[in-house]
């Protein structure tokens, strides 16, 4: 009798190897999605949908993402005995969504800040501090940009806010005392999560603002 990967039995003409390969991305943003802290029961009820819509003609992709969209938007409940999931899960998940989105806002509008301020100096040493922060701001954008992603299954886009100053030196005050509010507020953000991969994104957000917040105060004492 044969035997081998090619005489394993296949349904509807299809055979394993292929299914799999179809539904390797459904398992791909399983995984993403755990790693962002997501409960493992929730993702095995998102990936036995998204089988099922792939199964239906839906792309990988599309699938996944509109299951948890239903999440998300509370479509279906969880039918497990309530002391199975945390109580208050649900929102702690949309209150770490909607921090996220508010704090990829507060990086585009810094990055925004610090090029306006760069263009109001001409000391070589000061422009340096404040570009070095810049691109930790945009770098800090792509990094909530992708947490966002694998929390939510979507994508979102922050538009900066305008920043008003009077002087480089009025500027670079306002930024120093920003980059203290933003290392609180990471900080907050990183004592509260359980998650390795989330506290380690925080964590180094949270230290990148306290080194910018010092070259600030550096870049404020060569101006006055």
């Known amino acids: 009798m044969p035997t081998g990967p090619d005489c394993m039995p296949s349904t509807a003409g299809v055979h394993p190897s292929l299914l799999l390969q179809a539904l390797m991305p459904v398992v791909d943003a399983a995984t993403q999605t755990f790693d962002a802290g997501v409960s493992l029961r929730s993702i095995l009820k998102e990936a036995v949908l998204a089988g099922y819509l792939v199964g239906q003609g839906l792309a990988p992709a599309t699938a996944f993402q509109l299951v948890q969209g239903w999440r998300m938007a509370g479509v279906y409940q969880d039918t497990a005995p309530p002391q199975s ?16 989105r508010k704090n990829m806002q507060d990086q585009a509008t810094a ?21 070095h922060a810049r691109d930790d701001e945009l770098k800090h954008y792509r990094m909530l940009s992708r947490l966002h992603q694998a929390l939510s299954g979507r994508t979102f886009e922050a538009a900066p806010r305008p920043v008003a100053f009077t002087s480089i030196t009025a500027g670079l005050k306002q930024a120093m ?25 925080f964590f ?12 600030f105060n550096y870049a404020l004492q060569v101006v006055t």
Not at 85 to 100: I, K
Not at 112 to 122: G, I, N, S, V
């Open 177 to 201: 005392d920003d980059e203290y509010e933003a290392f609180e507020e990471y900080r907050q953000i990183y004592l509260s999560q359980s998650n390795e991969r989330i506290r380690n994104i």
């Open 204 to 215: 180094e957000l949270m230290t990148d603002e306290l080194e910018h917040a010092t070259r």
């Open 85 to 100: 999931t945390p109580v208050g899960q649900a929102e702690r998940h949309q209150a770490l969504v909607s921090a996220v």
């Open 111 to 131: 990055a925004a800040f610090y090029t306006q301020l760069m263009a109001r100096t001409e000391d070589p040493a000061v422009r340096e501090h404040i570009r």
